[in-house]
């Protein structure tokens, strides 16, 4: 490791903020979405649930009931934001990435709309990917020392535990990122595997068995399986011949069964949950009969489950969006003006306040340059290298394989083993095309680049020292031989 120089994570960090306080001005309090005014409303006028992130709730909660307003809960993402890409940025230096490129790229990245506008954005993604990216750090510290030392294990600990609280399928994200490391590493695997267990539980336990007791009731069953019911219209629409009468029936006492046809889509549930015609009580009602279905399908029919995931988990995997299917395209942000252009007035629960949920900029003047910068971005042509995690997923893996080879060191193979967990994660298991569901691979990837450029560097300038010698004695070997010089003889004068 070189020289520790905290004189350039100050001026990284104060750069990243600076930018991100621009955004955040520009954006006041900050993007958001139905989900984000569903965050709210809930937990002011009640009951509270646990269907997105009661972490992520209470923070909204406790900034509107004491604030007043949500801009607080923005400006604390854009200040940890800023540190957990400095760290990452700091932890690569460290393990040996080039210098002045890996702080160059940490300070410029908040000038592009996908880490600027994200970091602002009122969703429990943005704190969720930050956990990330600081996860990233530290496997890059591990690896810089190769070691697991006891301080790396509980940050692991914490950040883990963190992912699974601020995001449901947060679990499985620590799951495979745990397995991954658990195959890198050499040393502390019984630790690594307990405090991988703990944090992946954790989350479990407090939403079924500890949040109830307090007030907070558990996810409606039709938020646990929407997936499901997805798997079960797009099979209807393509395949309805497997479907009996008696399927038939139950599928309509929760929806119109030309619901179920036009929701029948693999990219995303929307069309089919989303929808007036789709009643969410009859299908917490009939939950338990619309698994046992769905159950059968996977049974009789799994290559055809198996494809719909594969399709409705493009986002992870498809380095570009299908702009000709329905849901096919990427959603990243909608920019309205307030929550009733989201949700209309009595759509959700209407508390006193709702008011916070509105477009209102310290600065019309950075708003001015910040939203036609957004609005640019969004153009179709910059999909794929924007907001598309799928790409800078593989953009990872290949830094960390040829950084491991230039290094030799099996332990920076770590650093993408939390891109793997939420690349799986998101595979196995999402709703839409939302780029938000794989964020932290961008970030991490994009601050991989330089890293992935110092190993290509390395390994060809290694290839060429190990030419020489061989070209230096085979020159040798090619030169004509020397006569022995004359020597005099001895004798009498």
């Known amino acids: 490791m070189g020289k520790r120089r905290p004189w350039v994570a100050l001026a990284t960090f104060l750069v990243v903020q600076a930018v991100l306080g621009c955004w955040w001005a520009a954006f006041y309090p900050g993007l958001f979405s139905r989900d984000s005014v569903l965050y709210l409303s809930h937990t002011v006028v009640g009951p509270w649930v646990s269907d997105h992130s009661v972490l992520y709730d209470a923070l909204l909660w406790l900034s509107f009931t004491r604030t007043g307003d949500l801009g607080a809960v923005t400006f604390a993402q ?9 760290y990452l940025a700091q932890s690569l230096r460290s393990l040996g990435a080039p210098r002045l490129l890996t702080t160059l790229v940490a300070m410029l990245m908040p000038l592009a709309p996908p880490v600027g506008a994200f970091s602002v954005t009122l969703w429990k993604d943005v704190p969720f ?37 601020f995001r449901a399928n947060g679990f499985l994200v620590v799951g495979v990122a745990v397995v991954a490391l658990l195959v890198i590493v050499t040393t502390m695997r019984v630790r690594l595997l307990l405090v991988g267990t703990f944090a992946a539980a954790l989350p479990l336990a407090l939403t079924n068995l500890v949040f109830p007791h307090f007030g907070i009731a558990a996810p409606v069953k039709t938020y646990v399986y929407h997936t499901a019911f997805g798997d079960i219209a797009v099979a209807y629409r393509d395949h309805p011949e497997l479907f009996s009468e008696q399927d038939k029936t139950l599928m309509a006492s929760v929806a119109p069964l030309t619901r179920w046809w036009a929701g029948g889509t693999c990219y995303t549930v929307n069309p089919l949950i ?23 399908l996977l049974t009789s029919e799994p290559r055809m489950i198996i494809d719909t995931r594969l ?25 309205r003006p307030n929550a009733d252009t989201y949700v209309g ?7 006193p306040g709702r008011w916070v949920y509105s477009l209102r900029p310290l600065s019309w ?21 924007l907001w598309r995690g799928a790409l800078w997923a593989y953009v990872s893996y290949l ?3 040829l950084a491991a080879w230039a290094l030799r060191n099996r332990y920076v193979l770590g650093v993408a083993a939390v891109v793997a967990g939420q690349q799986l994660a998101v595979l196995a298991n999402i709703s839409a095309q939302d780029f938000r569901y794989l964020a932290s691979p961008i970030f991490v990837g994009v601050l991989l680049v330089p890293l992935l450029l110092g190993s290509v560097g390395r390994l060809a300038v290694a290839s060429v020292r190990r030419g020489r010698p061989a070209q230096s004695a085979r020159s040798s070997s090619e030169l004509p031989a020397q006569d022995e010089p004359d020597v005099p003889e001895h004798g009498t004068g």
């Open 365 to 385: 003047e950075l708003n001015r340059v910040a939203d036609p910068w957004l609005a640019g971005a969004l153009a179709p042509q910059y999909d794929w290298l």
């Open 399 to 401: 830094a960390v394989g």
């Open 345 to 351: 007035p009595n759509k959700v629960p209407d508390f």
């Open 311 to 335: 399709c409705r988990g493009a986002i992870a995997w498809k380095p570009v969006q299908d702009d000709l299917a329905i849901g096919g395209m990427t959603y990243r942000f909608s920019r």
């Open 129 to 165: 990917t930050i956990c990330a990216i600081a996860i990233a750090g530290v496997c890059a510290r591990i690896a810089a020392r190769r070691a697991v030392t006891v301080p790396a294990l509980v940050g692991l600990g914490v950040l883990f535990t963190l992912l699974g609280l």
């Open 78 to 86: 854009t200040t940890a934001m800023a540190a957990a890409l400095t």
């Open 274 to 296: 989303w929808r007036r015609d789709f009643s969410w009580q009859q299908a917490d009602a009939h939950a338990a009969q619309l698994l046992d279905l769905w159950k059968r």
